[in-house]
Nanobody, 118 residues
């Protein structure tokens, strides 16, 4: 079992940066692929970024490629999402997940709100 807690969300101006963290508890974190998703008001949850268990492979949605960076520290049981050059359309609740592969989620966090003012 893996429990996930996101943090780092907040209000930022367009063009600014935020770093989200997702702290995991449980023995299987280091063997789990991790992902970040987001859900804006009135929209479906969408994939943002994913990272393999080793950190050797990363994946990004086209909308964030070149602006967001996903990373992980298995010693700290934490996955990060560095978000730069934020846009108003990045406003959403951001969720992290864990699973056997990117895109397959067994566990979800409770989410953290990111609001980008234009």
């Amino acid at each position: 079992q893996v429990q996930l807690v996101e943090s780092g969300g907040g209000l930022v101006q367009a063009g600014g940066s935020l770093r989200l963290s997702c702290a995991a508890s449980g023995r299987t974190f280091s063997s789990s692929d991790m992902g970040w998703y987001r859900q804006a008001p009135g929209k479906e949850r969408e994939f943002v970024a994913g990272i393999s268990w080793s950190g050797g492979s990363t994946y990004y949605a086209d909308s964030v490629k070149g602006r967001f960076t996903i990373s992980r520290d298995n010693a700290k049981n934490t996955v990060y999402l560095q978000m730069n050059s934020l846009k108003a359309e990045d406003t959403a609740i951001y969720y992290c997940n864990a699973g056997p592969e990117v895109g397959v989620a067994d566990y979800w966090g409770q989410g953290t709100q990111v609001t980008v003012s234009s």
